[in-house]
């Protein structure tokens, strides 16, 4: 069964609910969103259908449901994995046996101001114990950027802290951690009933520099998928069975050194990346539909896509709001002229830049030859789309 959520709904995610009939929990804002001709299952009856049978498989399209999940589905383990992976600090705990040396210490908000910087190793990360959209996050690489970085990080607190419920962006405790070292991959996967993980996309999450903590750039292709899959399983069976995930659906975000060390950032639980980017993606790129392959227990031909495509890039972009200007003092974003930035653009998303950070998502493929635009796009601040 799936949850519905807001604040997105993609046209793909509702033409699947609808073609594969998943079954959808009857909830208010499910009814708002989706409308008439969907499975759906009344709360209730969902909930008795998970009391007696614990291994039915759950996901969500927004982290906004968590409360349902913790209110209704108690008698589950669910509610306590999806606290652990949000949690940033507990995540750490969770991980001591796998990575024993590793750096973290939890600080509440109202204490930041009394850090003692020169006790903590540098470079380091510091960000919301749970949070979304690199909200709150940064890399402090020496000592003295520290008072800079503290008093922006309560300027962005100010500015989000009534976007999301308090268990997506809980901006009272942080958690300040070494600098992992390596790329960094998002991967969509989910645990099959025995524990064994199931690869359904592999992205790179490219950078503009050190500094940089933005979602600006993820990029799948064939040769991503051909050189990462086999470690990233090996690595995912470890941490699935040191929390115990069977049926389970996990977005997550690693980092990989040169030495192919892998170590983890964090895990976003029951759901692909957010706001329906993610799994949407992977239809472009390889042609199967990932919401239907958690929901049905199906798993990718890789041999056989990967066989078929060529060197291609596919690329999901987000636009963040980076222009410097404030999203209420903005009058319009010029979409058709992004997209022409492309050569090849999939599909253009708006979304509305007063309401969110954010003015919406592009998908693109790029030949492996002409990677200038997507260099291009990871660098801009965005003005040059904007009307004030």
């Given at each position: 069964?799936?949850?519905?959520?807001?604040?997105?709904?993609?046209?793909?995610?509702?033409?699947?609910?609808?073609?594969?009939?998943?079954?959808?929990?009857?909830?208010?804002?499910?009814?708002?969103?989706?409308?008439?001709?969907?499975?759906?299952?009344?709360?209730?009856?969902?909930?008795?259908?998970?009391?007696?049978?614990?291994?039915?498989?759950?996901?969500?399209?927004?982290?906004?449901?968590?409360?349902?999940?913790?209110?209704?589905l108690s008698f589950l383990d669910i509610p306590e994995k999806v606290k652990i992976?949000?949690?940033?600090?507990?995540f750490r705990e969770l991980l001591k046996p796998m990575f024993p040396?590793?750096?973290?210490?939890?600080?509440?908000?109202?204490?930041?101001?009394?850090?003692?910087?020169?006790?903590?190793?540098?470079?380091?990360?510091?960000?919301?114990?749970?949070?979304?959209?690199?909200?709150?996050?940064?890399?402090?690489?020496?000592?003295?950027?520290?008072?800079?970085?503290?008093?922006?990080?309560?300027?962005?607190?100010?500015?989000?802290?009534?976007?999301?419920?308090?268990?997506?962006?809980?901006?009272?405790?942080?958690?300040?951690?070494?600098?992992?070292?390596?790329?960094?991959?998002?991967?969509?996967?989910?645990?099959?009933?025995?524990?064994?993980?199931?690869?359904?996309?592999?992205?790179?999450?490219?950078?503009?520099?050190?500094?940089?903590?933005?979602?600006?750039?993820?990029?799948?292709?064939?040769?991503?998928?051909?050189?990462?899959?086999?470690?990233?399983?090996?690595?995912?069976?470890?941490?699935?069975?040191?929390?115990?995930?069977?049926?389970?659906?996990?977005?997550?975000?690693?980092?990989?050194?040169?030495?192919?060390?892998?170590?983890?950032?964090?895990?976003?639980?029951?759901?692909?990346?957010?706001?329906?980017?993610?799994?949407?993606?992977?239809?472009?790129?390889?042609?199967?539909?990932?919401?239907?392959?958690?929901?049905?227990?199906?798993?990718?031909?890789?041999?056989?896509?990967?066989?078929?495509?060529?060197?291609?890039?596919?690329?999901?972009?987000?636009?963040?709001?980076?222009?410097?200007?404030?999203?209420?003092?903005?009058?319009?974003?010029?979409?058709?002229?992004?997209?022409?930035?492309?050569?090849?653009?999939?599909?253009?998303?708006?979304?509305?830049?007063?309401?969110?950070?954010?003015?919406?998502?592009?998908?693109?493929?790029?030949?492996?030859?002409?990677?200038?635009?997507?260099?291009?796009?990871?660098?801009?601040?965005?003005?040059?789309?904007?009307?004030?």
């Open positions: 069964m799936i949850l519905i959520d807001g604040p997105y709904v993609s046209d793909f995610l509702k033409k699947t609910l609808r073609e594969k009939q998943i079954p959808v929990i009857e909830t208010p804002i499910a009814r708002k969103l989706l409308g008439d001709n969907y499975f759906y299952v009344p709360e209730q009856e969902a909930v008795e259908k998970y009391r007696q049978d614990k291994a039915l498989r759950l996901f969500t399209n927004s982290e906004n449901s968590i409360a349902w999940v913790e209110q209704h992976f949000k949690n940033k600090v507990k040396g590793y750096f973290f210490k939890s600080v509440a908000f109202t204490q930041l101001d009394e850090v003692e910087v020169n006790s903590l190793p540098v470079p380091f990360v510091i960000k919301p114990a749970v949070g979304f959209f690199s909200m709150g996050v940064h890399n402090v690489e020496t000592r003295e950027e520290w008072p800079g970085i503290l008093a922006t990080i309560k300027e962005e607190m100010d500015e989000v802290r009534d976007l999301y419920p308090i268990e997506v962006m809980d901006a009272t405790t942080f958690i300040f951690e070494q600098h992992i070292k390596g790329e960094e991959y998002a991967v969509d996967c989910y645990f099959s009933a025995s524990g064994e993980p199931v690869i359904l996309n592999i992205m790179h999450h490219v950078f503009s520099s050190g500094k940089d903590v933005s979602d600006r750039v993820y990029i799948t292709s064939r040769e991503i998928i051909q050189t990462y899959k086999k470690p990233l399983e090996a690595f995912l069976a470890q941490l699935g069975q040191l929390a115990g995930l069977t049926n389970f659906l996990i977005h997550i975000e690693v980092r990989i050194d040169e030495s192919g060390h892998i170590a983890p950032i964090e895990v976003n639980p029951m759901r692909f990346g957010g706001w329906c980017t993610t799994a949407d993606l992977t239809w472009y790129a390889y042609g199967f539909n990932s919401y239907e392959y958690f929901h049905a227990n199906k798993r990718p031909d890789w041999e056989q896509i990967l066989g078929a495509m060529d060197d291609a890039l596919f690329s999901l972009i987000v636009l963040d709001n980076n222009t410097g200007i404030k999203g209420r003092d903005i009058k319009s974003f010029d979409y058709e002229r992004l997209a022409a930035s492309f050569q090849k653009p999939l599909t253009v998303r708006k979304v509305n830049h007063r309401e969110f950070p954010l003015f919406g998502f592009v998908f693109t493929q790029t030949p492996k030859s002409h990677t200038e635009e997507l260099d291009r796009i990871l660098i801009s601040n965005l003005r040059e789309f904007v009307t004030e």
